[in-house]
């Protein structure tokens, strides 16, 4: 069974600093990768996304993340935050042929000035 | 936006009551996705429909049930409700399966307070 792990419950960064936000997921085989973002009182937005090929995939506002196999990781990571990215961040596996992705239980982002 | 409408957005019960969530998907979307999400489960993967039938179940409570009706939108009923069942209810849907698509659209969820 696929599995997500997300070891930070909660981060806090300056404004303008840099972010990684950490994501470990086990699955036996090449998985689907996603990570979404839910700002307080909506639904969950999609950030980015891999299914294969280069393993540094962009996306929106401005995020990265990349796939390492060896580590069984996909770190979400940003070169300087601003204040509207404030919000809770989840990290997702899905795999070919599943019809439901699981999520992590998610990282609380916290910027200060 | 979206595109995909929960309703109601909250709501409050008594245990042991039955309520109904309902869900249309984005024009187009055939998939439909269920979650609730809590403090202490996260974002649980509750059941998924695709163009009117049942296609993956995840951790769904017996007392619990879902349709998909033929306008594509879909109910989940939650019956003999418990303090437990107190969560962020969502909905997703996809235009195909996530394990193809991957990408899910959500609604803006309904919070259900059972008291």
């Known amino acids: 069974a696929q599995s997500v792990t997300q070891p930070d419950i909660h981060i806090t960064v300056s404004e303008g600093a840099s972010l990684e936000l950490r994501c470990n997921y086990s699955y036996g085989a090449t998985p689907y990768l996603f990570w979404y973002v839910q700002s307080p009182g909506q639904g969950l937005q999609l950030l980015l996304k891999y299914f294969s090929g280069d393993t540094l995939v962009q996306g929106i506002k401005g995020f990265e993340a990349e796939f390492k196999r060896s580590q069984s990781s996909f770190n979400l990571r940003k070169p300087s935050v601003h204040w509207s990215d404030a919000a809770e961040y989840f990290c997702?596996?899905?795999?070919?042929?599943?019809?439901?992705?699981?999520f992590g239980t998610g990282t609380r982002l916290t910027i200060i000035p | 936006d979206s595109g995909v409408t929960q309703t109601p957005k909250h709501l409050i019960t008594a245990t042991g009551q039955r309520v109904t969530l309902r869900c249309s998907p984005r024009?187009?979307?055939?998939?439909v996705y269920w979650y609730q999400q809590s403090l202490d489960q996260g974002l649980q993967f509750l059941i998924q429909?695709?163009?009117?039938?049942?296609?993956a179940k995840g951790n769904i409570l017996e007392r619990f049930s879902a349709q998909q009706f033929p306008d594509l939108h879909s109910e989940l009923n939650l019956s003999s409700l418990e303090l437990g069942d107190s969560a962020l209810y969502f909905c997703?849907?996809?235009?195909?399966?996530?394990?193809?698509?991957?990408?899910?659209?959500f609604g803006s969820g309904t919070q259900l307070s059972v008291l």
């Open positions: 024009s187009g979307d055939l998939s």
């Open positions: 429909y695709y163009n009117g039938e049942e296609r």
């Open positions: 997702a596996v899905g795999a070919p042929g599943n019809e439901k992705l699981t």
């Open positions: 997703a849907s996809s235009v195909g399966g996530a394990g193809r698509e991957g990408k899910l659209f």
